[in-house]
């Protein structure tokens, strides 16, 4: 097949991870012609990509099988796609977070819906009425990139992700390392570090626990990444990991306030017992085969080749 990504950029966040994985594996198990467009073109700079990338302006001359793009505003942009399938892999909740006249237009325009998550699919089913079963491809773990490494010493007692997006949590996360004076707790701020991904697990590795204050979010790769390495993890309840997340199985789950995720915190930080709990089954979690690219990536393609034989 002739596979067409339309994306806003190749920058290194969550969604644009799943789609360089997806895309790397639909070449390298199927042998598809794969593109990627984004409105410069430019190569992805920090995850290996098989895919070619082009500008968007150039998207009118070829013609594919399939074409997807995953953030509601370039809907519009799908219009002048020559594609069999034209596909809105919904990959966040964004009428949560964003003004929402594009996300539901989007939703709206009669494209094959697919989700990454559960919560995905209530978002797109509260919003429209789709007559279809919507797919749902949740994301993966690369292992070269995330793995438990017990030689590692812990530097910090608490990551996070840095991200000045609102919908994010930083903020959160920083009200509650502001306020715990006189009990200073270490801390990494993930954002910025520039750590290659193939050694991201050495900064997940280097932490306690991986603290996530997310509001709102289609799948939230930090927990399962943080699973991964053997980080112990608390969270706030976004939507997305509780396709994953179990309270008190494999992490704390809190509400979305500063005291409360200090509480957690500390309980993990001075109950060893507990610790291990989180990490032994937190480590069992990301494991699983559901979230395995190259498993998913084999669900996607069997979907989208029976979408265009029907």
């Known amino acids: 097949m002739k596979i067409a990504f339309i994306e806003p950029h190749l920058k290194c966040v969550g969604g644009i991870r799943r789609i360089v994985e997806t895309a790397n594996r639909l070449i390298k198990f199927f042998g598809h012609q794969v593109d990627i467009y984004t409105p410069p073109g430019k190569p992805c700079q920090w995850l290996a990509c098989a895919a070619t990338v082009k500008k968007i302006s150039e998207l009118?001359?070829?013609?594919?099988d399939v074409a997807l793009f995953n953030l509601a505003e370039q809907y519009g942009i799908m219009k002048d796609v020559k594609a069999k399938l034209k596909v809105f892999?919904?990959?966040?909740?964004?009428?949560?977070?964003?003004?929402?006249?594009?996300?539901?237009?989007?939703?709206?325009?009669?494209?094959?819906?697919l989700a990454n998550s559960n919560y995905t699919v209530q978002y797109i089913r509260q919003h429209i009425t789709y007559p279809k079963e919507i797919p749902v491809i949740p994301g993966g773990i690369n292992k070269e990139h995330f793995k438990y490494d017990p030689t590692i010493s812990k530097r910090y007692n608490i990551l996070y992700y840095?991200?000045?997006?609102?919908?994010?949590?930083?903020?959160?996360v920083q009200a509650m390392l502001s306020g715990t004076s006189p009990r200073m707790l270490s801390f990494c701020k993930m954002e910025g570090k520039d750590t290659p991904q193939n050694k991201m697990?050495?900064?997940?590795?280097s932490a306690d626990i991986y603290v996530?204050?997310?509001l709102v979010e289609g799948f939230s790769f930090g927990q399962l990444e943080a699973m991964a390495c053997g980080c112990a993890v608390v969270t706030t309840d976004d939507g997305g990991s509780r396709d994953y997340v179990k309270n008190m199985h494999n992490a704390i789950v809190v509400p979305r306030l500063p005291g409360h995720l200090y509480e957690a915190v500390v309980r993990v930080l001075t109950n060893k017992e507990l610790k291990r709990t989180l990490v032994k089954n937190g480590l069992e979690t990301a494991n699983?085969?559901?979230?395995?690219?190259?498993?998913?990536t084999r669900i996607l393609e069997k979907v989208l080749r029976e979408q265009i034989k029907n």
């Open 60 to 64: 009118h001359k070829d013609g594919y």
């Open 89 to 113: 892999w919904v990959l966040a909740p964004e009428a949560a977070y964003k003004e929402p006249t594009a996300p539901i237009q989007a939703l709206k325009a009669g494209f094959f819906l």
């Open 162 to 172: 840095g991200s000045p997006r609102p919908w994010k949590g930083a903020q959160v």
């Open 201 to 205: 697990y050495t900064l997940y590795n």
């Open 212 to 214: 996530s204050a997310n």
């Open 288 to 296: 699983q085969v559901r979230f395995d690219w190259d498993s998913n």
